[in-house]
């Protein structure tokens, strides 16, 4: 049963890949520019297995670039040719004016995605707290996937933004960078990263990616050089005025649970920091003040959102559970292909009002 559920996503991985080239083969037929069937069909699947065979060595780098780009192309791709199909099968339309039309379609979904993806925007969002506490701003961000795509320039952007609303805390949710941290280190993205500031320090937790890349103690040791102190399963008390809790993530089986991780004083604001916004019930019932997460990318992709709707009890933006005020965001960078077209790169300002005696 094992080898059944590895073995059957390839083959399924196989059999999209292959409906999908023999359509193209279709097209580029009907405009008599198929050439070299052999060539076609290996190039293919070369970059069809890309992401993958792109991580054995640096060198492969170039081909897991393509593989990102390739699941971009299996999530439209799949859906156009089906469409493509119908249509030549029940109206006078050619396979040659089909195929235009798809391809041109799915070139407009590839530059809106690529805009989406690049051009991140800030969210605003204004919460009260029923404690005493100096009013303060929090820029919080999730997501990054820093690496070969989510680059040093798309991080420039995130540090002149964040930089620009002057914030008194900032909390980075987890997935900061895209497994190892060693293109992170090579290309002087912590150089870029300690250019953050802000009143009480940066914050992080690590995210699944981080746990994917096996190498939590120096991505640990990178975010600290960066200015960044990542919490795992630590509770610190910030200037004497409000606690940060940042969990490990779900990736790992072994982390503590929230209530062990209480703050001594209970009158003081409680932040808390969890990749995954797998379980809000619990944060809420402790009387979590502000509970911020990422992960879901609100689906990245149109309409995958219809999916992690169904996953989480929040799976993108600002809800109140209780007392709790709990932030999802679709995140500041991208796994995978370099694309958004359902959701859009962002950052979160959060202007926090206190209104406890």
Same mark, same amino acid.
């Given at each position: ?7 059957? &996503? $390839? ?10 080239? @023999? ?36 060198? $492969?780098?170039?081909?897991?670039? /393509? ?19 119908? $249509?030549?099968?029940?109206?006078? $339309? ?7 039309? *798809? ?21 605003? /969002? ?54 190892? &941290? ?10 870029? /990263? ?27 040791? +990178? ?58 019930? +619990?944060?809420?019932?402790? *009387? ?14 149109? &309409? ?30 991208? @796994?995978?292909? &370099? ?19």
């Amino acid at each position: 049963m094992r080898a059944v559920l590895m073995i059957l &996503p $390839l083959l399924i991985f196989v059999a999209i890949t292959f409906y999908i080239g @023999w359509n193209v083969r279709a097209w580029l037929k009907a405009l008599h520019i198929y050439r070299w069937p052999l060539l076609y069909w290996v190039l293919l699947y070369a970059i069809s297995f890309g992401y993958f065979i792109g991580k054995m060595h640096p060198l $492969l780098t170039p081909l897991s670039v /393509l593989g990102s780009y390739w699941l971009f192309v299996m999530q439209y791709g799949i859906l156009l040719c089906i469409i493509a199909n119908v $249509l030549v099968k029940f109206t006078p $339309l050619t396979t040659k004016m089909v195929g235009t039309g *798809a391809v041109s379609i799915f070139a407009i979904l590839f530059m809106i995605g690529t805009y989406y993806a690049y051009s991140p925007v800030t969210r605003s /969002l204004e919460i009260e707290i029923d404690k005493p506490g100096e009013d303060m701003r929090v820029v919080m961000a999730s997501d990054f996937h820093l690496g070969v795509l989510s680059n040093k320039g798309h991080l420039e952007n995130f540090v002149e933004m964040s930089n620009e609303a002057k914030p008194d805390l900032v909390l980075l949710a987890g997935d900061l960078v895209d497994d190892s &941290p060693m293109r992170f280190i090579n290309t002087g993205m912590g150089e870029v /990263l300690s250019q953050l500031t802000s009143t009480y320090g940066v914050y992080g937790v690590p995210g699944n990616h981080e746990y994917y890349g096996g190498e939590i103690p120096l991505f640990i040791e +990178t975010m600290k050089d960066a200015g960044v102190e990542i919490l795992m399963d630590d509770t610190v008390l910030v200037a004497d005025k409000f606690y940060v809790t940042g969990r490990e993530d779900l990736t790992n089986k072994e982390r503590v649970e929230l209530t062990e991780l209480v703050p001594e004083n209970r009158d003081l604001p409680w932040i808390v920091l969890d990749h995954t916004p797998q379980d809000l019930q +619990t944060p809420a019932e402790l *009387a979590v003040d502000f509970h911020v997460s990422g992960h879901t990318h609100k689906g990245q992709l149109w &309409p995958n959102h219809l999916i992690t709707q169904r996953i989480f009890e929040l799976d993108y933006g600002h809800a109140v559970k209780e007392s709790m005020h709990a932030l999802v965001s679709s995140g500041y960078g991208f @796994w995978g292909p &370099p694309m958004r077209t359902g959701s859009r790169a962002e950052l979160w300002i959060i202007d926090v009002k206190f209104n406890g005696q």
